[in-house]
């Protein structure tokens, strides 16, 4: 497929680590250490999988939004430099491995993979009716450490539920920012978010608060897992701390920082969040 490396940088495939960190921190902790190398590996594949045909469909279902907005207009679909065809063959073969991994995990896995997609998928499409599509983007990426948990165990308890109601908030959080450089275009395409409904000021707001609860969702988790004891707390002591980092590069009036903020920082928050784990 010759447009299968413009699609590859366009899903910014680099970017699995966002989900990639929370998925092994449930594994270990459901695993109370080192889970089975092989369910681990199968773990990582089906995020990769999985999040790779999600990109792809949202690229596919955003592209003449796309190609409206200065900020997205030089992606290979809104420039036609790569066609729809090619993406739908690359989220067909994506999410088929994604269900074909999650087959060889376990039956749940498998039974799940499905809903799992369905899920990712539908994201794309809430900016179109609902100004809170941040929370259900939150949504999906939880599934991360859930199906995790569910790899390892086969079932789920209140330990993956309170870390992926920590990763629905630091989402929310980090993508509410990340929104209100789009915050005109949004506004004329017809399109919802947080920063187009309530203008960017009491966005930056939500999006602080909503990182607030994330620290306290992970401080809970601690609680339901004994083994998470004072390396764990210093770990989401230092993730408080880059939150609040992030929080002071982004002003109402100077969006510039952004992509710093939403890359760099959270890059390292949920590295570093998964090696004190």
Same mark, same amino acid.
């Given at each position: ?34 889970? *089975? ?5 199968? +773990? ?12 792809a469909f949202n690229r596919l279902a955003d592209a003449r939004f796309d190609a409206a907005n200065p900020r997205t207009a030089k992606r290979p679909l809104a420039s036609k430099k790569a066609d729809s065809a090619s993406y739908i063959v690359f989220i067909a073969v994506s999410s088929a491995a994604f269900c074909i991994t999650a087959w060889y995990i376990n039956r749940i896995t498998f ?13 794309? =499409? ?12 939150? /949504?999906?990426?939880? @599934? ?18 309170? @870390?992926?109601?920590?990763?629905? /908030? ?7 920012? =990340?929104?209100?450089?789009? @915050? ?7 399109? =919802? ?5 309530? &203008? +960017? ?31 764990? +707390?210093?770990?989401? +002591?230092?993730?408080?701390? @880059?939150?609040?980092? *992030? ?12 992509? *710093? ?5 959270? &890059? ?7 090696? /004190?784990?």
């Amino acid at each position: 497929m010759k447009s299968l490396p413009l699609i590859l940088r366009d899903i910014r495939i680099e970017h699995t680590l966002f989900a990639l960190p929370f998925a092994v921190m449930s594994a270990f902790i459901a695993a109370g250490g080192m889970p *089975e190398t092989r369910i681990l590996a199968l +773990i990582v594949i089906a995020l990769f999988f999985a999040r790779s045909a999600a990109m792809a469909f949202n690229r596919l279902a955003d592209a003449r939004f796309d190609a409206a907005n200065p900020r997205t207009a030089k992606r290979p679909l809104a420039s036609k430099k790569a066609d729809s065809a090619s993406y739908i063959v690359f989220i067909a073969v994506s999410s088929a491995a994604f269900c074909i991994t999650a087959w060889y995990i376990n039956r749940i896995t498998f039974m799940l993979s499905p809903a799992a997609l369905g899920v990712v998928f539908l994201y794309s =499409y809430t900016k179109r009716f609902t100004p809170y599509s941040h929370f259900f983007l939150g /949504f999906a990426l939880s @599934l991360a450490p859930i199906g995790a948990w569910v790899a390892v165990t086969g079932e789920i308890t209140a330990v993956p539920l309170l @870390l992926g109601t920590a990763v629905i /908030f630091w989402l929310v959080g980090l993508d509410i920012i =990340y929104s209100c450089q789009d @915050l005109d275009h949004d506004k004329s395409a017809g399109l =919802y978010s947080i920063p187009s409904r309530f &203008g +960017i000021e009491r966005a930056l707001r939500i999006s602080y608060a909503a990182h607030i609860f994330m620290v306290i969702f992970l401080l809970l988790s601690s609680i339901f897992a004994p083994r998470l004891g004072a390396v764990y +707390i210093a770990g989401v +002591i230092l993730t408080a701390a @880059l939150l609040w980092y *992030e929080h002071s590069l982004v002003k109402p009036d100077d969006l510039t920082k952004v992509n *710093e903020a939403f890359f760099n920082v959270n &890059g390292v928050i949920s590295v570093g969040l998964m090696i /004190f784990t």
